[in-house]
C-alpha cells in the first residue's frame, strides 16, 4: 500500500513538471526545443497542442484526488480526446474550403492538413487522418458527430465528468 501511494506521487509530480514544461515550450516556444516543439506539434495535432499542457495538469489532478496509478490508460484515453478534437478542426476546415477530404488522396490531405497545422489551423495530421476516415465513412456532418460523441464519452472516462450530474445540478 506505501508502495502504491509513492508510484502515486511520483506520477503526479511527473504529470505536473511535464504540464509545466510543455506549457513554456508550447506557449512561449523558448529555446531550441521550444522553437521546434511548437510548429512541429501544430504540424501534428494543429491547435490542440495549446490544451495538451492543461490536460496534464488535470490528470495528474484526478489522480490524486482519486490515488490510483493509472498513467497509461489515462493518458491512451486523453490521446483519443485530442485526436477527436483535432478531427473536429480539420472537419471545420473543410466546411470552409481550406481542405478536401473527399477530393484529395489520404497522403495529399495528410500533408496539407500538416502544413495548415504548422500555422495553427485545422487539426494538424492527426486530426486529418481521423476526419479523412469519419468523413468518408459517414459524411461531413455524421464525421463531426461521430468525433463529438467520442469527444463526449472520453470526458466521461478520461477525467470523470458526469454529464448527467452537472445536468441535474443546474
Excluded: H, W
Excluded at 455524421?142 to 454529464?163: D, E, N, W
Amino acid at each position: 500500500n506505501k508502495a502504491n501511494a509513492v508510484d502515486i506521487d511520483l506520477a503526479v509530480i511527473s504529470m505536473v513538471v511535464i504540464g509545466v514544461l510543455l506549457f513554456i515550450l508550447i506557449y512561449a516556444e523558448t529555446g531550441a526545443i521550444g522553437s521546434f516543439i511548437g510548429p512541429a506539434l501544430g504540424g501534428i495535432i494543429g491547435k490542440i497542442k495549446y490544451i495538451i499542457p492543461i490536460g496534464f495538469f488535470v490528470l495528474g489532478i484526478k489522480m490524486m484526488k482519486d490515488r490510483k496509478n493509472y498513467v497509461s490508460s489515462k493518458l491512451t484515453q486523453y490521446a483519443i480526446f485530442l485526436g477527436c478534437i483535432a478531427s473536429l478542426f480539420t472537419i471545420f476546415q473543410a466546411s470552409k474550403g481550406t481542405i478536401d477530404l473527399k477530393g484529395l488522396s489520404f497522403s495529399e490531405t495528410v500533408e496539407i492538413a500538416y502544413e495548415l497545422g504548422e500555422e495553427n489551423l485545422g487539426g494538424g495530421a492527426v486530426g486529418a487522418v481521423i476526419a479523412y476516415v469519419v468523413v468518408n465513412l459517414f459524411g461531413m456532418l455524421g464525421g463531426a458527430i461521430v468525433s463529438c460523441g467520442i469527444v463526449a464519452l472520453s470526458l466521461v472516462f478520461t477525467f470523470g465528468i458526469r454529464p448527467s450530474k452537472i445536468y441535474l445540478n443546474v
